[in-house]
């Protein structure tokens, strides 16, 4: 009896010591901006500002849905800001269920408010699979300047693993010099210009210090594509993974679980 017992433990450690060691190799890291507040017209003009909450949230619940864990971290561990824009209904399809949802998840959830500092992560980058890092307007305040971010985008890319880039987050691309960067003459997409001129004149109702992504882009050396504004548009070059705008969750969201899918099956070979 003593014996089947021992047995009986033996295996239900090995279980979770399995689950574990899953878990671990299963592990998506979510890179959020910490900014609050944006500078407008040379600094005449203060915005609120920080993370989209759409392009934040529909893609945690996409990648979690598909049984992978989360980790968050900003650059110095503060609990990243939600941009007041992006709880209006309207980025929402008026699915107000969802947003109610989000909304509660980022006031709940004890790993969203305890994020790791960026030099953690890259302390431990070995863990993550995968890479996304959500749009907002407060990600070209704080995140741009980082210096933790060309090295976290240059050792996804150089692991091949998928890297996904939402909205505004392409342009932290730009972060590194072109004689070093992994993803010159890839395929990429962001925030359309037109889209920039929309934001600028009727919603924040000033220009911001950093822009024209689109064409900063393709002077870098990437082959950029846009679709109409508020497009369902993402595009998926080998590892990475870019969308437009707060629409095209949809089909940001399929593009990365199939690099998540191809990277977890080319790795088990």
Known sequence: MKIKTLIIIIIIIVVLLAKTASAQNNKILFVMSAADTLQLNNGEKLRQTGVFLNEFYLAYKSVTKAGYTVDFATPNGIVATIDEESINDKYWKNNLKVKNEA???????SLFNSPKTLKTVIENKSDYIGLIIPGGQGLMV????????PILIKYFAKEHKPTGLICHAPSLILT???EENPYIGFKVNSVSPFEEFVIERFIMKGIPNNRKIAKRLRKMGLKYSRKLPKANYAVKDRNLVTSQNPFSGTAFNKLYLEALTEYLKENKK
Do not use: H, Q
């Open 103 to 109: 909304l509660l998840f980022t006031k709940t959830d």
């Open 176 to 178: 590194i010099p072109k």
């Open 142 to 149: 704080d995140l741009k300047d980082d210096v933790n971010i």
